[in-house]
């Protein structure tokens, strides 16, 4: 058994020698941990993994339970709901009888339990863990961060709106990155935190770099080149940061025809951001996870500046909105 | 008249507005200062009642504000936010 502390969480992997155990080692690596969590008001959570031969056993009596619905996630996961006698909260169940997970929440704890062998099955019991991540009250967005002058910055955009490339541009100027693709905010204490240990790139966005890092033979996964975070900073004589506070959230708009040097901070409203924040977020499994996401998402565009970010095809440095004339 | 706001929908608060986020369609519409007052009020106190917490913190005629609401009902109502039926 392997236990890992993600922001005052607790991750029980009870078995830690298997294809998923070992994945969830080495994905969180153990990074997120930060001793500034220890102000935070946020009570432990327990989120235990545990692997099942089959999904029978999980589910003896059967007819205890009601399929609900069906919706389709990232990496074409499909999630059913299941509701279970006795039980407040549904029991959600991700991918499929052969090869998938199951997810139970209560108070404070929630349990996942996972079977089958194929590739997909890690990234499976990943988007269970988020799950629970949430309904534990974190806040997990979909976007890349980086801060400068001791201010923390969130790029926010759908995919093909420049996420990476910005968050490039940033580290190239100077900016100390903290992700490129996933946040997990505490918003007791609005800190953000990231723990990727690499930036995933198409070769498109490849040559965003310097020539000696572009050339350079990185691992490839799927179509996409893995960068370490380290190998950039200490290129672009920058530190990486794991955690910072948010002061900015920045709507990113990408126009891919404007060959000027086009880098254009303006403020728009806690409305216009709020969308983007819930575009960004997506909607959580649970009405508890649905409640707390409102009320995070409520806070950080409350208490932050918003920014739309309207960007040329022109990969030059990125100024923060300060240094703007 | 009785209205019903549609169950589940989300409320984000940005404590003069508010963000409102239907959990099927995943549509999002926007209320400004006295839309909200609307919308926390109309269940509990109707049309009547949520037009009156409107004249109580705003300087406006109840004409005006009646023809606002009733717009912003429409809308509400056609993005199925809410849903509408005769009083029993």
């Known amino acids: 058994m392997t236990s890992i502390n993600i922001i005052n969480r607790s991750l029980v992997i009870k078995n830690p020698e298997s294809k998923v155990g070992q994945f969830l080692q080495y994905f969180w690596n153990n990074t997120i941990k930060d001793n500034k969590t220890k102000n935070s008001s946020t009570s432990a959570f327990n989120i235990s993994i545990i692997e099942t031969n089959t999904i029978e056993e999980l589910f003896s009596h059967p007819s205890k339970t009601f399929l609900q619905s069906v919706k389709t996630i990232e990496h074409n996961i499909d999630i059913f709901t299941l509701t279970i006698a006795n039980e407040q909260e549904p029991c959600w169940l991700l991918g499929t009888s052969t090869n998938g997970v199951s997810l139970r929440l209560k108070n404070k704890s929630a349990l996942i339990n996972y079977w089958g062998d194929e590739f997909l099955l890690p990234h499976i019991v990943l988007a269970a863990i988020i799950e629970a991540l949430r309904y534990s009250g974190l806040l997990c967005l979909h976007a890349a961060s980086a801060s400068i002058n001791g201010q923390g910055y969130i790029f926010l955009g759908k995919s093909g709106t420049g996420k990476t490339t910005t968050l490039l541009r940033a580290i190239k100027s100077g900016w100390s990155p903290l992700a490129e693709d996933t946040i997990l905010l505490d918003p007791t204490t609005m800190l953000a935190y990231g723990w990727e240990k690499s930036i995933r790139l198409l070769p498109t966005s490849l040559q965003v770099l310097d020539k000696p890092l572009r050339s350079h033979d990185w691992d490839k996964n799927f179509d996409k080149f893995s960068v370490p975070y380290n190998s950039l900073c200490d290129y672009y004589a920058t530190e990486r940061q794991h955690c910072f506070p948010i002061h900015h959230i920045v709507q990113l708009a990408r126009h891919k025809d404007n060959q000027d040097n086009l880098c254009q901070w303006t403020q728009i409203s806690a409305i216009d951001i709020t969308k983007s924040l819930w575009n960004t977020v997506g909607l959580p499994l649970s009405e508890r996870s649905q409640q707390f996401s409102a009320q995070h998402i409520g806070k950080l565009a409350r208490h932050s500046t918003a920014w739309r970010l309207e960007l040329g095809n022109i990969n030059s440095p990125l100024a923060p909105p300060s240094f703007q004339s | ?88």
């Open chain 2, 1 to 88: 008249m009785t209205y019903t706001i549609t169950k589940g929908i989300i409320e984000t608060d940005l404590e003069n507005e508010l963000v409102l986020l239907h959990p099927e369609n995943r549509n999002m519409y926007s209320l400004n200062e006295t839309g909200r007052i609307i919308w926390k009020n109309l269940e509990s106190l109707g049309f009547e009642g949520a037009i009156n917490q409107v004249l109580k913190e705003y300087d406006t005629t109840k004409e005006q504000a009646m023809r606002d609401a009733e717009k912003l009902l429409q809308e509400l109502i056609q993005a199925n936010f809410i849903s509408i039926s005769k009083a029993t």
